[in-house]
């Protein structure tokens, strides 16, 4: 939040907190930070000095308190815990809800971690653990405990009053799923069905039965597109035997979105994922998670140096084609990169699968076609007004200008037909498409493009 925002949504300033604070007036500092929102806190608190951001945690409401600790990294979660009393952690612990407290003892250290365990309640330990157990990215490890089930003999109005005895210690009251004595899950009903039916009514009568639901170990990324598909704001989670095991709620899916258009994002750019933010990274592990991909990229740049050295009689014997080499490379590496993306997002968001693969091609190919068609006659244009006229490089001549042109439709089409399929294939193999984005796919167009090019140069212009 910025400050203009800041001050116009609390009444007060940022820099008023700082001064409350710095000349100890911790009454009226107490009154500003439980005013803020829980994201609000946890951000204020990450500006301060160590020994600050315990002395203000401190000053937060009991019920505010855990909240906000959810908000904070883990390297100041470990800080807090550190400087509380057992008793102190046990409180903390207990007010999160399990998926939370899970996110955060996966974040740190073993003994911290051990620590918490220790002073949390058996059932709350018995919760954790569980959620411990589950596969990583899987549906179970992002699902949480605190939700609502009705009985489907229940009425409208014992419904209500259950939800008001019971309500405050859910995740969210706005969905509510049915089950049976068994805890098979039956139905759903929402709090608007409940609001607009008459009290006697029974939940039977008003309960949806087709519920879209999701199994523990089910992809965190299939359950994030199945909340995109159907509009949800939670899904139940059940076990083999379709027993209500937990909820997943849309938060913890904007999260689950964010890592993997993040890893995406990483795998595209040829670096090794890291769940940890920019600064948390050190140098050292920056660079481990880069030197792989430069490394193989760096080699796999050989096969480019292999095929330009076979071609040095034909570059020697026509000079003036070795200055249209970086831009037949780089555009030809561009087209690929676009096609890589596109049907990289595609294939994430579930528009496209591998038995698309041929209508993916065939609409690939004519948008080449009219991409090459139109690079190539405006480069036909650019290279005899700028390169021949205006720059007096009389070493281009029209059939020179035709083999760069050819070249450049040829390599284009070539191009988005690589970029397209190779993520398809790699899907369809069980390897994360991301991994064939720009760089890798730039380096195979790379060779292709040099091949075409000495190709036509040697069959137009009689050399090599």
Same mark, same amino acid.
């Given at each position: 939040?910025?400050?203009?925002?800041?001050?116009?949504?609390?009444?007060?300033?940022?820099?008023?907190?700082?001064?409350?604070?710095?000349?100890?007036?911790?009454?009226?500092?107490?009154?500003?930070?439980?005013?803020?929102?829980?994201?609000?806190?946890?951000?204020?608190?990450?500006?301060?000095?160590?020994?600050?951001?315990?002395?203000?945690?401190?000053?937060?409401?009991?019920?505010?308190?855990?909240?906000?600790?959810?908000?904070?990294?883990?390297?100041?979660?470990?800080?807090?815990?550190?400087?509380?009393?057992?008793?102190?952690?046990?409180?903390?612990?207990?007010?999160?809800?399990?998926?939370?407290?899970?996110?955060?003892?996966?974040?740190?250290?073993?003994?911290?971690?051990?620590?918490?365990?220790?002073?949390?309640?058996?059932?709350?330990?018995?919760?954790?653990?569980?959620?411990?157990?589950?596969?990583?990215?899987?549906?179970?490890?992002?699902?949480?405990?605190?939700?609502?089930?009705?009985?489907?003999?229940?009425?409208?109005?014992?419904?209500?009053?259950?939800?008001?005895?019971?309500?405050?210690?859910?995740?969210?009251?706005?969905?509510?799923?049915?089950?049976?004595?068994?805890?098979?899950?039956?139905?759903?009903?929402?709090?608007?069905? #409940?609001?607009?039916?008459?009290?006697?009514?029974?939940?039977?009568?008003?309960?949806?039965?087709?519920?879209?639901?999701?199994?523990?170990?089910?992809?965190?990324?299939?359950?994030?597109?199945?909340?995109?598909?159907?509009?949800?704001?939670?899904?139940?989670?059940?076990?083999?035997?379709?027993?209500?095991?937990?909820?997943?709620?849309?938060?913890?899916?904007?999260?689950?979105?964010?890592?993997?258009?993040?890893?995406?994002?990483?795998?595209?750019?040829?670096?090794?994922?890291?769940?940890?933010?920019?600064?948390?990274?050190?140098?050292?592990?920056?660079?481990?998670?880069?030197?792989?991909?430069?490394?193989?990229?760096?080699?796999?740049?050989?096969?480019?140096?292999?095929?330009?050295?076979?071609?040095?009689?034909?570059?020697?014997?026509?000079?003036?084609?070795?200055?249209?080499?970086?831009?037949?490379?780089?555009?030809?590496?561009?087209?690929?990169?676009?096609?890589?993306?596109?049907?990289?997002?595609? #294939?994430? #968001?579930?528009?496209?699968?591998?038995?698309?693969?041929?209508?993916?091609?065939?609409?690939?190919?004519?948008?080449?076609?009219?991409?090459?068609?139109?690079?190539?006659?405006?480069?036909?244009?650019?290279?005899?007004?700028?390169?021949?006229?205006? #720059?007096?490089?009389?070493?281009?001549?029209?059939?020179?200008?035709?083999?760069?042109?050819?070249?450049?439709?040829?390599?284009?089409?070539?191009?988005?037909?690589?970029?397209?399929?190779?993520?398809?294939?790699?899907?369809?193999?069980?390897?994360?498409?991301?991994?064939?984005?720009?760089?890798?796919?730039?380096?195979?167009?790379?060779?292709?493009?040099?091949?075409?090019?000495?190709?036509?140069?040697?069959?137009?212009?009689?050399?090599?």
């Amino acid at each position: 939040m910025n400050r203009e925002s800041f001050i116009e949504t609390y009444g007060f300033s940022i820099e008023d907190m700082d001064e409350q604070l710095k000349n100890k007036r911790y009454r009226r500092f107490r009154e500003m930070i439980n005013d803020l929102n829980e994201a609000d806190t946890a951000e204020y608190i990450e500006d301060q000095r160590p020994d600050a951001r315990i002395l203000i945690f401190r000053m937060l409401h009991k019920d505010q308190a855990a909240d906000v600790f959810a908000f904070l990294p883990p390297e100041i979660q470990e800080e807090i815990i550190n400087a509380s009393t057992d008793v102190e952690v046990k409180s903390i612990i207990e007010e999160l809800y399990v998926d939370d407290a899970v996110d955060m003892m996966e974040e740190l250290p073993a003994t911290v971690v051990k620590r918490i365990l220790k002073t949390a309640t058996p059932e709350t330990r018995k919760q954790i653990n569980q959620f411990l157990n589950y596969p990583d990215d899987s549906a179970g490890s992002i699902m949480t405990a605190e939700y609502l089930a009705l009985k489907k003999e229940m009425s409208v109005e014992q419904s209500l009053n259950y939800i008001r005895l019971h309500g405050e210690d859910s995740e969210t009251i706005y969905v509510l799923y049915v089950t049976d004595a068994k805890r098979r899950l039956e139905g759903v009903v929402t709090i608007k069905d #409940l609001v607009m039916n008459p009290y006697p009514m029974k939940i039977a009568d008003i309960m949806d039965d087709n519920v879209i639901r999701c199994m523990t170990t089910d992809d965190q990324e299939e359950v994030a597109t199945m909340f995109t598909h159907y509009d949800l704001l939670s899904m139940p989670v059940v076990d083999q035997e379709s027993r209500l095991v937990g909820i997943v709620t849309v938060d913890d899916i904007v999260d689950v979105m964010e890592d993997e258009a993040t890893e995406d994002i990483e795998k595209m750019a040829a670096i090794l994922p890291t769940e940890k933010e920019y600064f948390q990274v050190s140098v050292f592990d920056t660079w481990k998670s880069r030197i792989p991909w430069l490394m193989l990229l760096m080699v796999s740049a050989t096969f480019t140096g292999i095929i330009i050295n076979n071609f040095e009689t034909a570059l020697a014997a026509c000079v003036v084609l070795t200055g249209f080499i970086p831009m037949l490379m780089d555009t030809s590496g561009n087209c690929g990169s676009q096609a890589s993306v596109t049907i990289i997002r595609a #294939l994430s #968001l579930g528009d496209v699968e591998f038995k698309d693969l041929l209508r993916v091609i065939w609409k690939e190919i004519r948008v080449a076609f009219f991409c090459g068609v139109s690079l190539a006659a405006v480069n036909f244009v650019k290279i005899f007004l700028v390169d021949r006229m205006l #720059l007096g490089n009389a070493g281009i001549t029209f059939m020179v200008d035709l083999v760069v042109c050819l070249t450049l439709l040829v390599t284009v089409i070539c191009a988005k037909l690589v970029g397209c399929s190779l993520p398809m294939v790699a899907d369809k193999l069980g390897f994360d498409p991301a991994v064939m984005a720009s760089p890798f796919i730039t380096t195979i167009v790379d060779a292709v493009s040099l091949l075409i090019y000495f190709g036509f140069a040697t069959m137009l212009l009689g050399i090599g």
